[in-house]
């Protein structure tokens, strides 16, 4: 049983494709992440960058600063989630969920 490297090397350069079209998929798609009961929303893309934060004026009360800063975390850190997850989901598919360290 011989080794082809050839065919070896079409794999891994297939794969190098995928994934660098899986990467720009991830940058081109929003996800959303909300706290508050989606008082406070954020829309990140699928590669974790923050587009925007919308506030809604109903819960800005000058008196208590930490509980909206708390819920913009909140959002934050959900939509970075879902990007995550996005990602994790995309990758997989090409990697057939082989853990690869340093790929994304």
């Given at each position: ?76 850190k959900d939509a ?25």
């Amino acid at each position: 049983m011989g080794f082809n490297m050839q065919k070896l090397m079409k794999q891994a350069q297939k794969m190098q494709q995928d994934m660098a079209r899986i990467q720009e998929e991830l940058h081109n798609t929003e996800v959303e992440g909300a706290a508050g009961g989606g008082m406070v929303r954020v829309v990140a893309t699928g590669s974790s960058e923050i587009l925007s934060i919308s506030i809604n004026p109903e819960i800005i009360d000058p008196a208590d600063p930490e509980m909206l800063e708390d819920m913009v975390l909140a959002a934050v850190k959900d939509a970075l989630a879902a990007a995550a997850a996005l990602s994790s989901e995309k990758m997989g598919s090409v990697t057939g969920g082989m853990n690869m360290p340093g790929m994304f």
